[in-house]
């Protein structure tokens, strides 16, 4: 499968910081693949996300070194808009992705697509399709403005799958959202993947990270410490050398091990818990 992202050996840093937020980080991200960044407060999660769709260097001057490579090209040969088009962004707080110009939730949807010059009933289907998938469709006629958190993080997320971009950076999608919210979000996320869309996630949600996402980005203090496949990220015991949340099942099954309970493997997954410490038992007692 071929590489839609390559970053190599990428350092950045802000132009009015002394530091380097961003150390010499080198990962590459397959066509169709869900990974989840993940790291504590300051780690440079959104700054990466934001190397991605090229604001940094483009909008967010300072310095850059390295490469970072979308879909064959170096990022710096882009134009913002072109980029624009492949990389659908959606911010970390939904209040600064509402365009401010649109006086209700369909209308906001269908801004970009009025934007490219698509005919108005493309662009009425492509909306209906989209509010009927993320569920907002009660809300077409509503005022972006009088949304609650949750409902504006459901038409952020809407007004940039309608555009259809190959690649997806979402930026803690989740914030505002109750837990029933938050699942119907990451099944849209989901079906996003199932249509071949390349997803990246930043979230703080193990339990769903372990769920849905293929792989794992882990950023400390700047520095990519740990990357690979989701299971093997969770159990490996450098994980728990950041101080960073596990999935909650991980997290139980960590602790029995500490008391003495053995298990066959380290669950992810809530189900995998019960099959973890059954295999162990067969095994002792056969
Ligand atoms: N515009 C900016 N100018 C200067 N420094 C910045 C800017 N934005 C972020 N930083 C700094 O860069 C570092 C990484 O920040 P970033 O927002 O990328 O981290 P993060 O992992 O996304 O954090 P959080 O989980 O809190 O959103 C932090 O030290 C932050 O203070």
Known sequence: MKNIIEIKNMSYRYPVSDDFCLKNITFSIQKGAFTAIVGNNGAGKTTLC?????????????????????????IVDYQLGQLGEKIGYVFQNPFSQISGVKDSVFNEVAYGLENLGVPVDEIIQKVEDVLKLVNIEHLRGKNPFELSGGQRQRVALAAIIVMDPDILVIDEPTSQLDPIGTEDIFDVIRLMKERGKTVLLVEHKMDLIAEYADNILVLHEGALVMQGPVREVFSDPKYATFNIQYPHVTEVALNLIDIGVPLKFIPIRNEELPKALKMEWEENND
């Open 50 to 74: 934001n190397a991605i769709r090229g604001f940094v260097p483009h909008f967010y001057k300072g310095e850059l070194a390295g490469e970072v490579i979308v879909d064959g090209k170096q």
